[in-house]
């Protein structure tokens, strides 16, 4: 009877060291495959970050873009506009011009 109980004791922890021995080998295998699918989360994020970053960067660009050209077409027209007044006003100007001209050759005279 000693010897079964042994033998009963002796194949239990048997048992258990196979039961801990497979449980050890799984938790292992879950820890790996853990630490992949967390390496490919991150990888995922950092394109998912970098391609929202050139996203960014080209909406920048187009607006600034956008803007310079507003820029230049209001500094075309504001330039248009005094170039028309300067036109406007160029034969009142030379005529002014030419009669104080006048007006001082004949103070010389």
Same mark, same amino acid.
């Given at each position: 009877?000693?010897?079964?109980?042994?033998?009963? $004791?002796?194949?239990?922890?048997?048992?258990?060291?196979?039961? $801990?021995?497979?449980?050890?080998a799984?938790?292992?295998?879950?820890?790996?495959?853990?630490?992949l699918?967390? %390496?490919? $989360?991150?990888?995922?994020?950092?394109?998912?970050?970098?391609?929202?970053k050139?996203?960014?960067?080209?909406?920048?660009?187009?607006?600034?873009?956008?803007?310079?050209?507003? $820029?230049?077409?209001? %500094?075309?027209?504001?330039?248009?506009?005094?170039?028309?007044? %300067?036109?406007?006003?160029?034969?009142?100007?030379?005529?002014?011009?030419?009669?104080?001209f006048?007006?001082?050759?004949?103070?010389?005279?």
């Open positions: 009877m000693k010897t079964e109980v042994l033998k009963s $004791i002796r194949a239990t922890e048997e048992e258990y060291q196979s039961r $801990i021995s497979t449980v050890m799984e938790r292992k295998r879950n820890l790996s495959d853990s630490e699918e967390a %390496g490919n $989360i991150v990888m995922k994020a950092t394109a998912n970050a970098d391609e929202y050139k996203m960014r960067l080209a909406e920048a660009r187009q607006q600034a873009e956008r803007k310079h050209a507003e $820029i230049v077409r209001e %500094g075309e027209r504001k330039a248009a506009d005094l170039k028309a007044k %300067g036109s406007n006003n160029l034969n009142p100007a030379v005529e002014l011009l030419v009669s104080r006048k007006e001082k050759l004949h103070v010389f005279a």
